[in-house]
């Protein structure tokens, strides 16, 4: 799969639609949708008897199901990231988590101020983001250089913002998309996630994964502190969190999360999204489903990084 698929076939398909995605002002992997629904609609209105409109249907659903696989789904039979580097299993233990814990508010607290001194508005900067990213996913197994672009606005933002996603990557078309209630201390991370997707990183750790360590590895300190948070975020819930963990403006952050969530998020649709979304994980063999996400811990803990913070495989300790 590393060979024939991740580092052979996909590369030459990401290329092709980062060819032109990019120029359009609009979201191609919308278009795709939009034709798709017109089509199904049209045959259950206009085609009878009701078997062909039905079989018409049943093989535009086959179609998309092979653009699928084959443009990017087979991603996730590829070996994960343990493979590629020099994880260490014993590594992953509680000392190590809250070590991380530790490490993880102490930075956050560093780099509120200057992180919301410097943010202005939604804008971050792309080139820096994407500078301290690409390192991270060639040391992790791409042999090739993913030709990912700025996020961009999608028909789909509306439903993003009712059940709590962040972003997503178009298996179709392969562009990033990012939920346009997305608070300006998200991004950083959320757009380095998705290009991992675009990558050819599937599972949800390894694009959690990604995202942080190119995060942590950029010069810009909104993108410092939105990997912090973030890897603060997925690490496993304490009981209690004294008020003096973090400094007032870190709190408001947190804070600001809440009010989102409480304004945008509809729980019955989110739960139903997230419940198919779990199901669609575990058919593409990720067992743990949507608790995939949160296993990015167990990758920060079990791989150690070089002195200039990329990820070490066994090539690096020779």
Known sequence: MERSFSNGYYPKWEHLWSAFTPVLPFAIGDVIAIIGIAIVVAALLFVRPWWRALLGIAGLAG????????????????????????????????????????????????????????????AFDLALLHDAWLPVVQRLGDDWEPGVSAAKPTLAGAFMNLNGTTGFTNPFSLETQLAPDLLWFERPFTQAHEWSHAAGYNREDEANYVGIVAC????????????????????????????????????????????????????????????VYNSYLKT??????????????????????????????????R
């Not at 789904?73 to 990231?81: E, H, K, N, S, V």
């Not at 343990?82 to 809250?98: G, H, K, L, M």
């Open 216 to 275: 942590l590895r950029d010069k810009d300190v909104v993108a410092q502190y939105s990997g912090w948070l973030e890897l603060f975020l997925y690490l496993p819930r304490l009981e209690h969190y004294p008020k003096s963990m973090f400094v007032p403006l870190v709190w408001k952050d947190f804070e600001a999360l809440r009010a989102r969530n409480a304004h945008f998020v509809n729980l019955n649709f989110s739960r139903f999204s997230w419940h």
């Open 63 to 122: 179609f998309y199901t092979f653009w699928f696989y084959a443009g990017w789904g087979f991603g996730y039979d590829r070996a994960p990231l343990e493979t590629r580097t020099a994880f260490e299993s014993n590594r992953v233990n509680p000392r190590a988590v809250d070590a991380l814990r530790k490490m993880a508010i102490g930075q956050i607290n560093a780099l509120a101020q200057s992180a919301h001194d410097q943010h202005s508005g939604d």
């Open 284 to 317: 593409n063999h990720i067992a743990s489903g949507v608790e995939n996400y949160d296993e990015v811990t167990r990758l920060l803990a079990g791989i150690p990084l070089d002195a200039s913070g990329l990820p070490q495989n066994t090539a690096t300790l």
